[in-house]
């Protein structure tokens, strides 16, 4: 098995399939019943792929040509679709509440207001995210503008240097796929995350351009922005440990920290409750309410993962359980099979997206931003031509 699947094109494939599973849950939904088999299936399917995406990978003979005349075509391809859905869809709670949440509390940020309360969407919603997410969009809500843009400029970011990395044409197969399917596409227009994809992208692109103190800045960003993101921060420890050693690895290390706290610390210090425990208490809440209505099919449309299965046999106090073992194998994985930095990628991608099959609530758009990190981690090499 492992010959079989060294000599073929494997990364790309694996990050190809996917995405085409994120892109088809509701057809799976109508097609496949009852429902938890097809969530069985989706979500197994996401296990063979990311087991997959770890194991040796063979070169490809079809290098990239053309750049210039490419990156043309995928920028185009990248921003015309999501400023056509801008303009037809209005920022509203009825399309996706977060994005107005993130408005909201921004505006009374900048009103000098504390953003860490309770909001009404119409729906009471307390604000969720740690603050180097939210407080990205505060460019564009201080001038007045539609805070879309600041999402579509991260997502171009993204495009940019996820090209800048590829180098053959399979590899630009994947990027199309993030360009142009909807699933990527209406979630720019309507979702939240877009910096959080940038900053991850970043991350990766500086790591393997040997630049740790950027790529530091980078991972600090995001630890700011989501809680779920402070399972990476060992793994780029490990990396950077291994690449510069003990007191090489500090320098990154104090800078990730450094903005962390920059970012969180002065509204922990302000209201510690509202910062960090409201927010569990709110994802429990969601979680249990998912758990009521889990058997509907409706919920293929936004989610799958193993919470669904565990709902419906009343398994649910293993779900904890599985988030931290899959985190300590990534982790164990990483250290014994881990060599280069694109291999530190790699685990560190395929651990998060693990993790994220074993969430309470396991929306599909939790898993875009980590399937972005596995894209930064380079493709199959050039093969050698004589």
Not at 23 to 52: E, H, K
Request: hydrophobic share 55%.
């Amino acid at each position: 098995m492992k010959h079989f699947v060294s000599k073929i094109p494997l990364h790309s494939l694996c990050l190809l399939g996917m995405a085409l599973l994120f892109s088809i849950p509701y057809r799976v939904s109508l097609w496949v019943q009852p429902a938890w088999l097809a969530y069985l299936g989706l979500t197994l399917g996401l296990c063979v792929l990311f087991g997959l995406f770890l194991c040796p990978t063979a070169p490809v003979k079809t290098p990239l040509t053309l750049r210039k005349y490419w990156l043309w075509v995928y920028v185009a391809l990248l921003a015309v679709p999501r400023i056509y859905w801008m303009f037809r869809y209005p920022v509203a709670a009825e399309y996706g509440d977060m994005l107005p949440l993130i408005q909201l509390a921004g505006e009374r940020f900048l009103d000098g207001g504390f953003p860490y309360t309770e909001y009404q969407l119409p729906w009471p919603l307390p604000l969720t995210f740690f603050p180097g997410l939210w407080m990205s969009y505060l460019p564009a809500l201080s001038l007045g503008l539609d805070p879309r843009w600041v999402g579509l400029g991260c997502t171009l970011g993204c495009g940019m240097l996820l090209f800048k990395l590829s180098q053959t044409r399979l590899s630009l197969g994947v990027l199309l796929v993030f360009a142009l399917l909807p699933v990527f596409t209406f979630f720019t227009v309507n979702g939240h995350t877009p910096p959080f994809w940038l900053m991850l992208c970043g991350f990766g692109f500086c790591s393997l351009r040997a630049m740790p103190l950027r790529a530091a800045a980078c991972l600090g960003l995001a630890l700011a922005s989501r809680q779920t993101a402070l399972i990476l921060f060992p793994f780029a420890v490990l990396g950077w440990w291994r690449a510069y050693g003990l007191r090489g690895s500090l320098k990154p290390v104090l800078v990730t920290v450094g903005i962390v706290a920059v970012f969180c610390l002065p509204f922990f210090l302000i209201d510690a409750d509202a910062f960090l425990l409201e927010p569990i208490r709110h994802y429990k809440e969601l979680a249990q309410a998912y758990q009521q209505g889990a058997g509907d099919p409706s919920h293929l449309l936004d989610t799958f993962g193993f919470a669904n299965i565990a709902y419906v046999t009343g398994t649910t106090g293993w779900l904890s359980w599985m988030r931290l073992g899959v985190w300590g194998l990534g982790l164990l994985g990483c250290l014994t099979f881990a060599k280069t930095p694109a291999d530190h990628l790699r685990w560190m991608a395929v651990t998060a997206l693990f993790f994220t099959l074993f969430t309470p609530v396991p929306w599909i758009y939790a898993y875009f931003p980590f399937w972005i990190l596995a894209c930064t981690a380079p493709y199959e090499p050039v093969a050698a031509t004589r």
